[in-house]
């Protein structure tokens, strides 16, 4: 069964600029949870969508935001980029849901210049 | 509310020397957790999960941690450390909101070092 996907690996975007994230979760998992992961602040929740719904949002503004299609690929959008905003962007997808294990994919790393 | 707490940012062991990570979590009731391991560039892989069963809980690459409730810990051990071992690892508290639709919560990470 193939992995959790996420494209592109890698970007660089400049501040003011928007970004759109991808994560293709494992097939038949209907959970996708988004992280931000940097060196000050760790691991930190973003937000969980299941069936198309966000169910679940961490403590991120109002820049940050997601969705998820009927075939549970999610993209995450941030807007009008800070230079703070570069970190490793981590996706997971669950079976049951994003209290329960997740299967990460390798992440997108995003700097912002 | 839930929280973790991972009390050495950094440790190191010679090879075949034992491994030793802990973690503290706070919990209003009882708790998933979970240790997860992440190498350089990589993205995050489970190790173990605790979910109420057994307390002594077995996973990849010979790991295994213990849930102790009175001392609200679950520390990670192995017996032997591989070079392989280096990387850094998260201690995880499932966290449930008051809706009952939980997310993870992760401890600050634990660098393992291996030395030769």
């Known amino acids: 069964k193939a992995g959790v996907t996420q494209t592109p690996r890698y970007l660089i975007k400049t501040r003011g600029q928007q970004v759109t994230l991808s994560c293709s979760p494992i097939s038949g998992h209907r959970s996708v949870s988004w992280y931000q992961q940097t060196p000050g602040q760790g691991l930190q929740f973003l937000f969980e969508y299941f069936s198309e719904t966000q169910r679940n949002k961490g403590n991120f503004p109002g820049r940050f935001s997601g969705r998820q299609f009927s075939n549970s690929r999610s993209e995450m959008n941030v807007s009008t980029l800070e230079l703070g905003d570069s970190a490793l962007y981590l996706c997971?997808?669950?079976?049951?849901?994003?209290?329960?294990?997740?299967?990460f994919g390798p992440g997108t790393r995003l700097t912002v210049l | 509310a839930q929280s973790v707490t991972q009390l050495d940012s950094h440790v190191s062991v010679s090879e075949g020397t034992p491994v030793l990570l802990r973690c503290n979590y706070s919990?209003?009731?009882?708790?998933?957790l979970f240790w997860y391991v992440q190498h350089p560039n990589k993205g995050l892989q489970l190790l173990l999960k605790?979910?109420?069963?057994?307390?002594l809980v077995k996973g990849i690459n010979g790991f295994e941690a213990e849930f102790k409730k009175s001392e609200t810990s679950f520390h990670l051990t192995k017996p032997s450390a591989h070079m392989s071992d280096a990387a850094e690892y998260f201690c995880?508290?499932?966290?449930?909101?008051?809706?009952?639709?939980?997310?993870?919560?992760f401890g600050q990470g634990t660098t393992l070092q291996v030395k030769p």
């Open positions: 605790y979910t109420s069963a057994a307390t």
């Open positions: 995880v508290v499932s966290g449930a909101l008051s809706t009952g639709i939980g997310k993870l919560i």
């Open positions: 997971a997808s669950s079976l049951l849901g994003a209290q329960n294990e997740q299967f």
């Open positions: 919990s209003s009731y009882s708790p998933s």
